[in-house]
C-alpha cells in the first residue's frame, strides 16, 4: 500500500472487503475501474444479501453514464451466473464468490432471476432518483404527482429575459430603443447575469 501523504494509506480496492451495509466512502479517479467495483458489489447484493434487483439503487451521473452502468451490471451478472454454472471462472473476483458461497445452486437461481429481471433494476441519474421518488411519494411529500425536474434551467431564465426585454422596451423611453437598436445592447449579456443571480440567492430584477 502506499502512504503518501503519511496519514492515509492508499491500497488497491478489494470488493470483497467493502461492507454492505451501513455508510461506506470510495473515492477514486477516472480510469481506477469504479464501474468493475461497483457491478462486483452488485452481484455481491443479490448473492450473500440475497437483494432482488428492484431493491438495488445504483446512482450516477449522466444519461450515458446510466446506459452504460445498466448494460455492465447485466454482462457482470450474466458472467457470475456463468461463474456459479460451472464452479469456476477467469475472473478472480467471480472465482472468489462462488468459493464463498454454501449453497451455490440456490445462489445460481438468484443470480438467473437477476439477470432475467434486471431491466428493473434502479440504475438512475441523480435526477431521475429524485423524480422517482417525489412522483412515489407525491402525498407525503406535498408535491404534484406530475412534477417535472429540470437539469438545465437556462432555457427557461432565457425566455424570461426576453419576457422582461419585451415588458420594459414596450414602455422605455425613445432613446433607450435607439440605443438598443444601435447594437450597443446585447439581450445575451443579461441571460448570464441572470443565471449569476439565481446561484447566488439574491432576489429581484435585474
Do not use: W
Not at 28 to 33: D, F, I, K, L, M
Not at 57 to 74: G, M, P, Q, S
Not at 85 to 96: F, K, W
Request: proline share 5%; with cysteine; aromatic share 6%.
Amino acid at each position: 500500500c502506499d502512504t503518501y501523504p503519511p496519514r492515509y494509506k492508499h491500497c488497491p480496492l478489494d470488493p470483497f472487503a467493502v461492507g454492505l451495509t451501513g455508510v461506506q466512502l470510495i473515492e477514486a479517479s477516472a480510469g481506477t475501474g469504479k464501474t468493475h467495483t461497483i457491478t462486483t458489489l452488485f452481484v455481491r447484493l443479490v448473492v450473500e444479501k440475497k437483494l432482488p434487483v428492484d431493491r438495488i439503487l445504483v446512482v450516477t451521473f449522466t444519461n450515458a453514464a446510466t446506459a452504460e452502468l445498466r448494460d455492465r451490471i447485466r454482462k457482470r451478472l450474466r458472467e457470475a451466473s456463468a461463474a456459479f454454472a460451472t464452479g469456476t471462472a477467469t475472473d478472480p473476483a467471480l472465482r472468489q464468490l462462488v468459493a464463498r458461497s454454501t449453497h451455490r445452486a440456490a445462489d445460481m437461481r438468484r443470480l438467473e432471476a437477476a439477470l432475467a429481471a434486471v431491466d428493473e433494476a434502479a440504475v438512475h441519474t441523480i435526477h431521475a432518483f429524485c423524480q422517482r421518488v417525489m412522483a412515489e411519494h407525491a402525498f407525503e411529500g406535498g408535491v404534484r404527482p406530475d412534477l417535472e425536474l429540470i437539469a438545465d434551467v437556462r432555457p427557461i431564465i432565457t425566455e424570461i429575459v426576453h419576457d422582461f426585454v419585451t415588458r420594459e422596451f414596450a414602455a422605455a423611453p425613445r432613446a433607450a430603443v435607439e440605443y438598443a437598436r444601435s447594437g450597443r445592447f446585447r439581450l445575451a449579456y443579461l441571460v448570464p447575469l441572470r443565471s449569476a443571480e439565481r446561484r447566488g440567492g439574491k432576489e429581484g430584477g435585474f
